[in-house]
């Protein structure tokens, strides 16, 4: 049961999520599944009907449609709380309630390329309700002192070694989580 849940959620992150197909598309074929596990009692030919459709969706194509994703909250918390966990091997055990999801360049100020690049999820990262509150809407060197202190949260620790953050890391880190999701979310 669960690798028909894995075979879900991947299909539908690449193909709803991340390529921004249609999710009525998937809608009829996910319907037509349960009819086939319905009826025969038996998921591995689901499970492989699935990762066929996921395949549609090229490593190529969700890896370029990725480094341009602009997150909503939380969605952008799911993604990178996933990959928090692929980084942490799953060592981290952080509770969805107390994360919050900052913007790590943030919207208040004027930066180069604020208005394309302040959604992408290379420009967010993960904190705790708590130094999310004391990062609040401040410059990058004053929240990078919040990073650190986010001692579980492999992600956000990582921001503390920037001495700056521009636009052009926010591009590199965008195709860095790009190539951790085609990990997460492979077939």
């Known amino acids: ?29 996910y319907y037509k599944l349960s009819q086939v596990i319905k009826h025969k009692k038996s998921i591995n030919g ?11 969706i090229p490593d190529e194509v969700f890896e370029v449609n990725f480094k341009i994703y602009e997150a909503t909250n939380q969605i952008g918390k799911y993604i990178l709380l996933k990959i928090d966990n692929l980084l942490s091997r799953g060592s981290a055990k952080l509770d969805w309630e107390d994360l919050t999801l900052e913007h790590i360049l943030p919207e208040g100020s004027d ?10 999820l290379g420009n967010m990262t993960l904190l705790t ?22 001692s579980r949260i ?5 921001l503390a070694d920037y001495d700056e953050f521009t636009k052009e890391d926010i591009q590199e880190r965008q195709k860095r989580l790009a190539k951790l999701a085609l990990e997460i979310w492979k077939v």
């Open 111 to 120: 930066w180069e390329g604020r208005d394309t690049f302040w959604q992408r």
């Open 129 to 150: 309700g708590k130094s999310n509150k004391s990062a609040g809407n401040r410059d990058f060197k004053t929240k990078k002192k919040e990073y650190g202190k986010e």
């Open 1 to 29: 049961f669960l690798k028909l849940c894995e075979a879900i959620e991947t299909l539908t992150f690449r193909h709803s999520t991340i390529s921004s197909k249609d999710a009525k598309i998937l809608e009829s074929e």
């Open 154 to 158: 492999k992600l956000t620790q990582e």
């Open 46 to 56: 689901v499970i492989e009907k699935l990762n066929q459709l996921a395949k549609e």
